[in-house]
């Protein structure tokens, strides 16, 4: 399947010549849909998604993903709060960096079959998002475009400690009535680890009518179980039921509806984050609260959306589809980065609760959670699959 991928690829990348390989990582490459409901923009820096325009009630288009007006700041700022990129190779965190394969839940630091990864979160207690250069600030390959699609290719080689070659294509495609679909496929030349994710930043009303927060948006999840964490972030093993706590979303509810009973659920917020890549130590506002946990979707690879987020101001409603588990939900706590223009910056921050990421991915951490018995090793003849539907509209 890859192979033919690859194929198709480097036919499409050489000897049709259409597909020109921007120069410079950051370029823009736009993608539209016919009838101009969805338009977004993309850089081969991390597959990243730069901008999102869909059409308020009013038939206004807005932006509603955070994002840089200078777009080499996904490599540079230190506060890397990973807007809208693919992250891969194993998204979210990994306890020390460390895994076996097979996997176990306390893995011999010193055993042949163990593997670290540098650690950049916690204090230096845990791997978040793949290591320091994870996929999101790799420059990957424009390998195909069409006026309403654009796929993207990355061979990661033993990068960051993970065992193995993997090659990932990200095909990222708009249609006619508002849709935005993600794909990935990965294969690897060795057993390995692979858990993807598409982080995207969502402000369905983008900064405007003075509206500055994700409170006032609703959110349905279709999820009955969230995952308990420790102190660092890292699974316990054990699920909790959602029923009578702020974390139960099953019939739609606003982000700010339980606010206050909400501390403590996103962490510690003790942490300190450090970019090795520009040697700035940043410490973001201690004294976490909103959300920050993986929900177990109750029916997962359903053809119904797993969620929806809409808000009421704007109009603007998103159902999201996935093939995925589990969906995380951040409502980023530790933001503090200048706008873009379009959304007030740069005089302007996005801030704590100015966004909410949410993230469709595997269960977090289970190559260190043998007794989920969850596989996430892949291998040649075993490829990986993710998607997801962004369908939007109005109400
Ligand atoms: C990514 O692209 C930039 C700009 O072309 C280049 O400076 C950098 O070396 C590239 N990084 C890697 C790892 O190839
Ligand atoms: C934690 O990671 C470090 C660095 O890779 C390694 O030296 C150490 O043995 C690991 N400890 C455990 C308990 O896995
Ligand atoms: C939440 O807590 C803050 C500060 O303690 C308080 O001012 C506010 O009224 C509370 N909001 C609700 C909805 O209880």
């Known amino acids: 399947m890859l192979g033919k991928l690859l194929l198709v690829a480097c036919i499409a990348a050489t000897t049709m010549g259409k597909v020109q390989d921007p120069a410079w990582p950051f370029d823009l490459t736009e993608i539209k849909a016919p009838d ?3 338009t977004a923009k993309f850089v081969s ?9 869909v059409k308020d009630r009013d038939g206004k288009a807005r932006d509603v993903i955070l ?16 807007f809208n990129p693919i992250v891969g190779r194993y998204a979210n965190r990994i306890k020390n960096g460390t895994f076996s394969i097979p996997i176990s839940k306390n893995p011999d630091p010193k055993a042949p079959n163990t593997y670290h990864i540098p650690t950049n979160d916690q204090n230096g207690q845990v791997t978040l998002h793949g290591g320091i250069y994870g996929w999101d600030r790799r420059n990957w390959t424009l390998v195909d475009k069409s006026p309403s699609s654009v796929t993207y290719m990355h061979v990661d080689d033993a990068d960051e400690g993970f065992p193995g070659t993997v090659t990932v294509f990200a095909t990222h495609t708009v ?12 294969s690897a030349s060795q ?34 179980r969230t995952i308990e964490v420790d102190d660092i972030a890292i699974p316990t093993g054990k699920f909790l039921d959602v029923t009578g706590t702020p974390s139960d979303f099953r019939k739609g509810e606003e982000l700010g509806a339980r606010w206050n009973e909400s501390v403590g659920l996103c962490g510690t917020g003790t942490v300190t984050l450090s970019n090795p890549i520009t040697a700035v130590t940043y410490s973001p506002l201690p004294g976490c609260q909103g959300y920050n946990n993986g929900w177990v979707l109750d029916d997962p690879n359903s053809k119904q ?9 704007s109009g603007i409603r998103v159902d999201i589809t ?12 530790w933001l503090n980065t200048p706008r873009k223009e379009v959304h007030g910056g740069p005089s302007l921050n996005y801030g704590p609760q100015s966004a909410v990421a949410i993230e469709q991915q595997g269960y977090i951490a289970a190559i260190n959670t043998p007794e989920w018995h969850i596989d996430q090793i892949y291998y040649p003849g075993k490829d990986y699959e993710w998607s997801s539907e962004y369908k939007f509209s109005n109400f």
């Open 67 to 82: 994002g840089y007006d200078d777009n080499s700041k996904l490599l540079t700022d230190p506060a890397h709060p990973v």
């Open 36 to 38: 101009g409901s969805i």
């Open 45 to 53: 820096f991390g597959s990243t998604m730069t901008e999102l325009w």
């Open 322 to 333: 996935t093939n995925q588990p589990v969906v995380i939900v951040y409502t980023s706590f």
């Open 191 to 224: 057993k390995t680890p692979i858990m993807l994710t598409q982080h995207i930043y969502w402000n369905l009303d983008a900064f405007q009518d003075g509206n500055n927060d994700i409170y006032s948006h609703n959110l349905r999840l279709a999820s009955s």
């Open 175 to 186: 249609s006619n009535g508002g849709i935005l679909r993600t794909r990935l496929r990965a």
């Open 305 to 313: 959306p797993a969620v929806t987020l809409k808000s009421e101001s």
